[in-house]
């Protein structure tokens, strides 16, 4: 039978659904062991059951406060205050909730790691909770203070959108006319574009990016300039100055590269090539270069240019940032092993899955993969979309191999793919293509896990628990899945149920790990 795995959201909504006392509590226990964020929290409590006591509700408002303290994350202690105050009826309570608040954002100050928006949150739960617009104006000065001693135009920016909306709009555009006098010292204009947008004042903005443009001497700050030109007047004038300044200002092949890719937003096929052109000139790294090479092939099917070809192998594409003890991760056996089998009608396959669109294209681009066994840093439309599109197939009659395939070039090479969503379907795949594919899919997705960085979150833990169903499948003995369990029962590994309940493959994965880990007493939750 498939485990539960249902989200937050779900996991309230059945409460609300039960009549039965237990059920309920079951349902909320649940719930609240798997919140990760103060967003969970908050829908947890906003979303109580009316049977549920007054002293159950303090109960959730405490664990959540807790988990705020532990994580220190102001928004934790003001959501909490606000349902002290408003939903329970003790401002007191709610106002020693927003003191203990203000004490942590102190202590996060003396350590150098607070951030003058972290007040802008305070002043809000003061302001929500209580309607004290004198302590709401009050944490506003602190983080102001803060702000600026850091020169921080966009916590600077934040704040004064935050005083126009809590305490008065003339003070806040007074406030962003200082900042913008400063922001022009401590060359920061640009980052003030957006927020005199915020307080609706279109002219000083357009006024600020001008004088940014003139000022501007380094690359990057004009193409941030570039990049954000359009973002509140559709074909807004005088971009073509901003592209003319930054080509003159690219020097170094990732800034040719980076220009090219913001020229083709606006359609500048001449601008595109020039700066590839110039990018492939002065190219030496190996990633930069098989950047350039695809963008040629990507953009104008063009091959066999200056820059190299147009892909790396794929154990190249990513840097190992720590080993997984007793394993052996590759990136490239499962695609080698994929590539000498697929057939063409299995590529042609894939390329069809959008409708029949652009097929030629994505035909061509899978096969220069698995040609060469080169794979692009970041998968284009063709064949990103298609690839994507494939590993939703599903029913008896899938195409493994060419699901699987789908799947390892978006775990490859789709840097914003969500691994939640592709790896149920490859792991169900890998099944049953047997154990040869298993055994290469379970390194794959080790060096997923040893290349992924301190910012990929769940990414990392959804690897692990994909190398764990495979390598259970095979041998549920193996007496390596025990460390690897333990990584999976960690505190940092809380939120992986949530995401794995969120992701559209929540069905799939259920019924998964009931088949791979379901014997396994290791995964507390399997």
Known sequence: MPIELRTVEALVAAANAATDPGEVERHLAAACAQATSFTDWDTIFSGLPASISEERRRQVLASTIEWARTREEIWGFKNAAVAQARTLGQPDVARETLREGERMLVALGARGESLGFYWGVLAQGFNEALGDD?????????????????????????????????????AALDRLSRVE??????GQLGGLIYWWHALGDAAAGNRVRQTALEKATGFEDVLDLIMHWTLYEKDSP??????????????????????????????????????????????????????????????????????????????????VQTRLDGWEGSASGLLDWLRARATREQLLDIAQADYGSDTELHLAALEQICASGLVPIELAWHP?????????????????MARTLSCVLLCLSNRDDDLGNTAAPLVGSLLALGAEAMSLGERLLVWRWETAGSDDGDERFVALLAVCMLRAARDPKDPRLDALFRRLNEPDARGLRQSLAASLRAEMWSTLIASTLGQTPGLSWA
């Not at 220009?259 to 020039?274: C, G, K, N, P």
């Not at 820059?307 to 794929?314: C, D, N």
């Not at 990103?384 to 493994?400: K, T």
Request: charged share 30%.
């Open 134 to 170: 004198a302590e709401a104006a009050r944490a506003l000065e602190a983080g102001w203070e803060l702000a600026w001693s850091q020169q921080d135009v966009e916590n600077l920016g934040r704040l004064a959108n935050q005083w126009a909306h809590l305490i008065d709009p003339k």
């Open 181 to 186: 006098q400063a922001a022009g010292e401590w």
């Open 238 to 319: 005088g971009i073509e100055a901003a592209f003319a300044k930054a080509e003159a200002l690219a020097v170094t092949a990732e800034q040719w590269f980076d220009l090219a890719r913001q020229a083709r937003t606006i359609d500048d096929d001449a601008l595109m090539r020039r700066a590839l052109d110039r990018g492939a000139a002065v190219a030496e790294d190996a990633e930069i270069k098989a950047r350039i090479a695809h963008a040629y092939l990507d953009w104008f099917g063009m091959e066999g240019t200056a820059a190299g070809p147009p892909g790396m192998r794929p154990d190249d594409l990513r840097p």
């Open 384 to 400: 990103g979309e298609v690839v994507a599109l494939r590993r939703w197939s599903d029913g008896d009659d899938v195409d493994h």
